[in-house]
């Protein structure tokens, strides 16, 4: 079984779900609510428990009545919880999720104990890094913290993974670059390249940026386009996506990145892993919510056997 460490958030998702988004300064009403355990670090650590590997997570959550309901959620997913740490003094993550009636969907986040976890919450579990098989990052945590787990990812030879989002104002450092697979979106790309994705042309530009800064392998997530694998040799190969019915994109791109990762150390094969994470990802809009529209490994490898 893949031993998979994820480094990233937790979040209390708030969900309103309406006919359609705001526009600047209008007030619309919803016509659904509900809270939901989310955060793009759990979201990814839960499809890796239910997909089938061993998932390991590192995070912090507040002293708030929201901190135990989060390390609750995980552990009935089969996420391993013994590095998920409680900040006194200090409110959990929140998102405040809005989903429009075709399923797109837009989000605002309090950081709260995410903010707080550290590059020495990091070195703690040193050795439970040294016997994973991948460490897994996203950036709703701070950067400091993701280098470190990327720094001791590479002294012990672990593959890395990371989903750049969301994009710093300032830009992503140079040591962020340097994974062994880089997977943004089509916005993500635009936002940390500067260049506006609308032809291959822009599409390789944009990844020759992307390699120039040190990434071995880039993986990027296009919705319903379904994904592109680039290599640094100039070599682009797109994988399409499954046509389903959207209901909550909320949790795809988190699935896709899990699914992608795990598929990857069991066969060594990215097209066998994209096309994997594809069906993942797939599947996930089909279901409202972020962790309960994780499917499982069986419903990914039964959807995959009907295509």
Same mark, same amino acid.
């Given at each position: ?215 071995? &392998?880039? $993986? ?5 386009? %379904? @994904? +592109?694998?680039?290599? /640094?040799? !100039?070599?682009?190969?797109? *994988? #399409? ?30 097209? &066998?892993? $994209? ?5 993942? %990802? @797939? +599947?996930?809009?089909? /279901?409202? !919510?972020?962790?309960?529209? *994780? #499917? ?12």
């Amino acid at each position: 079984m893949a031993k998979i460490i994820t480094v990233g958030s937790v979040n209390m998702d708030l969900v309103l779900h309406s006919k359609r988004m705001p526009v600047p300064g209008e007030t619309i009403k919803a016509d659904n609510f509900y809270t939901n355990p989310g955060g793009k670090g759990a979201n990814q650590a839960v499809a890796i428990a239910k997909l089938g590997g061993k998932s390991i997570f590192l995070a912090r959550t507040g002293d708030d009545g929201y901190g135990s309901e989060l390390a609750s959620a995980l552990k009935k997913y089969g996420v391993d919880t013994s590095c998920v740490k409680t900040t006194k003094d200090c409110c959990s993550g929140i998102a405040v999720i809005t989903v429009a009636a075709d399923g797109e969907n837009s989000i605002t986040i309090a950081g709260g104990a995410n903010d707080r976890l550290s590059p020495q919450d990091v070195d703690d579990i040193e050795d439970n890094i040294a016997s994973a098989d991948a460490v897994m990052m996203q950036l709703e945590v701070p950067i400091d913290t993701i280098k470190r787990a990327i720094q001791l990812a590479k002294k012990h030879n672990k593959l890395t993974i990371l989903d750049p989002t969301p994009v710093p104002a300032d830009g992503i450092p140079d040591d962020l670059f340097r994974v062994d697979i880089f997977s943004p979106n089509k916005s993500e790309t635009e936002m940390i390249t500067g260049i506006p994705v609308k032809t291959d042309n822009d599409i390789k530009k944009s990844c020759d940026f992307i390699f120039s800064k040190g990434a071995k &392998q880039i $993986v990027m997530k296009l919705g319903s386009e %379904g @994904a +592109l694998i680039a290599s /640094a040799s !100039g070599n682009l190969k797109h *994988i #399409p996506a499954f046509k389903v019915k959207p209901i909550d994109t909320t949790a795809a791109g988190d699935c896709f990145t899990a699914a992608m990762t795990l598929s990857f150390i069991e066969t060594g094969s990215i097209e &066998q892993a $994209v096309q994997f994470a594809c069906a993942a %990802g @797939a +599947l996930t809009v089909t /279901a409202k !919510g972020a962790q309960q529209s *994780i #499917p499982n490994r069986k419903d990914v490898e039964e959807f995959l056997k009907k295509q």
